[in-house]
């Protein structure tokens, strides 16, 4: 039976918080208004209104990058320099100075907003890798908990709340992609993964607030970008996202009093709650901690990585083909590779600066290192042969076929076929079309080919005889395809 003395942070919508939110807001407009109408309210002034800090507080406000002139001496902050990780650092030399003594338990956070991580998480995974490459413990820290409350950083709006039975079966999607980076086990530098629901769940919300909401300030809360562009934008920001910022610090309390962990990395977009975790240490336990982020990477186009144009490019296989992974990197922007290749591989930096000679058709080498790279770390070398055939075939207009397992399948029975199946509800199975009417658009546009040959009527059926070898091939456009098999 539930002990109803126990209340989730989820439950967070605590009134005297909400109403001194309010007021702080409310008195600090009445307050910046009535000075300003007296012509005297100065800009200091305004900020003292606004967002009233101790001095013992460190600032919130976004730092710039770290100087790329920095010395260094550990070689996980070597590589996060030398590749292009690094952005900001709370404190990087005495970061540097603790690397070079010994092994540093450090962590990165990841939702469970969906069933797998998509290629913008691929850059967190690799930092963590390159963390225990270079002697270091990974912590890999899955949001059973803050899933729940949903981070409110980047976003216009407020995200759909899970049930806890949604978030237990995506922890368990997104969980399958970190053993193929990382090496788990026992050992000193071995990963562990943690799921932040083990505390939170369980702390009870007089308790919490005696003991730490007091470090936390509503006016310093509203000073943190997320807040205040969400706020400038209108959107609306409720409560408990609000304090989505508390439970990421608190995270980074109880992992450190768990397993030693005193570095927290992430996107720069959650410098405010990281440093909030940095501070809470430092107030709770008198503890050093430290965080880091990494730049939040975008393509040639300015486009925010983990989207193209058919969707989410996810790392799970049963979500996205090997071979549309693959084709993916294969794609990517000549202005992007050498960048890309630094990030998203391992391959040498004397490597990467011989390719980054490359010029004219001869990029296109260089975009196909970079896929079978990736493409290797996450899948395994197993599927680049029939990855490349797959390839070759398409490339060179369908003279054979696919390798099997590479192409995105469906199946259709037998009777289906019999009575004839829609080449647009075939379309639209394989996910090249999001309605029929888009369908429709793009077969009768003449984007849509059936065995490498154009077709443009959205009206065609396929019978018994199309299937005559049993499947066939739908294209669209000239870097998507499929196959479709009669059972």
């Given at each position: 039976m539930r002990d109803t003395?126990?209340?989730?942070?989820?439950?967070?919508?605590?009134s005297a918080i909400q109403v001194a939110a309010l007021r702080s807001v409310a008195v600090a407009r009445t307050g910046a208004s009535s000075l300003a109408r007296r012509g005297a309210f100065s800009s200091a002034a305004r900020r003292r209104a606004f967002c009233v800090l101790s001095d013992a507080e460190t600032s919130t406000d976004t730092p710039a990058p770290v100087d790329s002139s920095a010395a260094v001496s550990s070689q996980f902050l070597k590589v996060m320099h030398s590749r292009g990780y690094l952005y900001q650092c709370s404190n990087l030399a005495e970061l540097d100075e603790l690397m070079c003594k010994g092994v540093v338990p450090a962590y990165l956070g990841f939702d469970a907003t969906a069933s797998s991580l998509h290629v913008g998480s691929l850059l967190q995974i690799m930092i963590l890798r390159h963390l225990q490459r270079s002697g270091h413990k990974p912590v890999v820290l899955v949001g059973g908990g803050t899933t729940k409350i949903g981070d409110p950083s980047g976003r216009d709006s407020t995200r759909q709340m899970l049930t806890d039975e949604q978030i237990a079966s995506n922890i368990a999607g997104i969980s399958q992609v970190f053993s193929r980076f990382l090496t788990f086990g026992d050992g000193p530098t071995d990963a562990v993964l943690v799921n932040n629901d083990e505390w939170l769940s369980k702390l009870q919300y007089l308790p919490f607030l005696r003991d730490y909401g007091r470090f936390f300030t509503i006016n310093r809360m509203l000073s943190f970008d997320s807040v205040k562009q969400r706020l400038?934008?209108?959107?609306?920001?409720?409560?408990?996202?609000f304090n989505y910022m508390i439970f990421q610090a608190y995270d980074f309390l109880e992992l450190n009093r768990r397993y030693g962990c005193q570095l927290q990395m992430g996107g720069s977009d959650q410098w405010g709650n990281m440093v909030s975790g940095v501070e809470l240490g430092r107030r709770a336990d008198s503890a050093s901690l430290f965080a880091l982020t990494?730049?939040?990477?975008?393509?040639?186009?300015?486009?925010?990585?983990?989207k193209s144009l058919g969707g989410a490019v996810w790392l799970n296989a049963d979500l996205l083909t090997p071979y549309d992974y693959w084709q993916y990197w294969r794609n990517t922007a000549d202005a992007d590779v050498i960048k890309f290749l630094k990030l998203f591989t391992e391959l040498p930096d004397v490597h990467i600066a011989e390719?980054?000679?490359?010029?004219?058709?001869?990029?296109?080498?260089?975009?196909?290192?970079?896929?079978?790279?990736?493409?290797?770390?996450?899948h395994g070398d197993e599927c680049l042969a029939g990855i490349k055939q797959t390839a070759a075939q398409l490339f060179a207009g369908g003279g054979g076929a696919a390798a099997e397992g590479t192409l995105p399948t469906i199946e259709v029975s037998e009777i289906e076929v019999t009575k004839g199946v829609s080449f647009v509800e075939l379309f639209l199975r394989l996910e090249f079309a999001k309605?029929?009417?888009?369908?429709?658009?793009?077969i009768t546009a003449g984007g849509a080919r059936l065995n490498d040959e154009k077709v443009t009527d959205a009206a065609l059926l396929l019978d018994v005889d199309a299937f005559s070898a049993g499947e066939v091939k739908i294209s669209s456009g000239k870097k998507k395809h499929g196959l479709v098999k009669m059972q």
């Open positions: 003395r126990a209340i989730s942070l989820g439950v967070l919508l605590m400038a934008r209108e959107q609306p920001l409720t409560l408990i996202e990494a730049p939040l990477i975008t393509t040639a186009d300015g486009k925010k990585m983990g390719l980054a000679d490359l010029k004219g058709q001869a990029i296109n080498d260089a975009k196909q290192i970079l896929a079978d790279e990736t493409t290797r770390m996450l309605t029929r009417s888009e369908a429709k658009r793009m």
